[in-house]
């Protein structure tokens, strides 16, 4: 089963072909290491931190970037059973992030304090999925 870590270059690019300039939630679902992958010098290597664990350290150190520029949670939940999909494909987290707009996440994912962040979100990750929707408004029916 293929592992999902980073968008591709192609799935950034169709990304970034998209308006900017409306706002955007992600949908983040994520499946954790056992132990977390660092690379071997990195300070947090020797501390035998679990992937949730290193993932805390992620929203710890990214969480005043994503603030910064704008981001809420709006929905967070642990996931129990799929009910359509693969079964394979179990999840420990999953979440909801709502941006202002792209350019929001683009300036947060560019940040160079973020990019030094997103090295425990790599070292906690075995696998994810993060699709973007634009934001649509809310009512009674599924349609």
């Known amino acids: 089963m293929a592992q999902h870590i980073d968008p591709t270059r ?13 706002p955007i939630q992600m949908l983040n679902l994520i499946r ?16 035998g931190w679990s992937g949730e664990e290193a993932y805390r350290e992620y929203g710890k150190a990214s969480g005043p970037i994503f603030e910064r520029v704008g981001g809420t949670i709006v929905w967070r939940g642990k996931p129990q059973v ?8 179990a999840w420990d987290a999953g979440f909801i992030a709502e941006y202002p707009d792209a350019a929001a996440f683009f300036k947060m994912v560019t940040d160079e304090d973020y990019r030094q962040a997103v090295v ?16 649509a408004g809310g009512g009674k029916g599924f349609a």
């Open 10 to 22: 192609e799935a950034f690019e169709l990304f970034k072909s998209l308006p900017r300039d409306e």
């Open 32 to 47: 954790y290491r056992e132990k977390a992958a660092y690379p071997g010098d990195h300070p947090h290597a020797a501390k």
């Open 82 to 89: 799929t009910l359509t999909g693969p079964q394979e494909e």
């Open 120 to 135: 425990n979100r790599t070292a906690a990750v075995a696998d994810s999925r993060l699709i973007r929707f634009a934001k």
